[in-house]
């Protein structure tokens, strides 16, 4: 059974920095690529960042280029999302998320809250 669990959220200034952690089993977790998907109240999901199987790609929406940073260590199974420099527009449930068999698996996700 495929299972992710999120952890590192938390309450931070702004300005401040958070690293998020998502510990995976129940796949081949380095055969697999990896995302983060974040959701503001009130409002949709959005995409945050992703990284392919290995690890040598990175991708990021424009919302956090230059912030925040995606990594991954594949002998620990967890991926991981260093982000720097919060806003208060940051504040959300971040999710990682993997899609595996044709469908895609997200976990119970991780409040990051950006506030004085």
């Known amino acids: 059974e495929v299972q992710l669990v999120e952890s590192g959220g938390g309450l931070v200034q702004p300005g401040g920095s958070l690293r998020l952690s998502c510990a995976a089993s129940?796949?081949?977790?380095?055969?697999?690529?990896m995302s983060w998907v974040r959701q503001a109240p009130g409002k949709g999901p959005e995409w945050v960042s992703a990284?392919?199987?290995?690890?040598?790609?990175?991708y990021y929406a424009d919302s956090v280029k230059g912030r925040f940073t995606i990594s991954r260590d594949n002998a620990k199974n967890t991926v991981y999302l260093q982000m720097n420099s919060l806003k208060p527009e940051d504040t959300a449930v971040y999710f990682c998320?993997?899609?595996?068999?044709?469908?895609?698996?997200w976990g119970q996700g991780t409040q990051v809250t950006v506030s004085t």
């Open positions: 129940g796949f081949t977790f380095g055969s697999y690529d």
């Open positions: 998320n993997v899609y595996v068999g044709r469908r895609h698996y």
């Open positions: 990284i392919n199987s290995g690890g040598g790609s990175t």
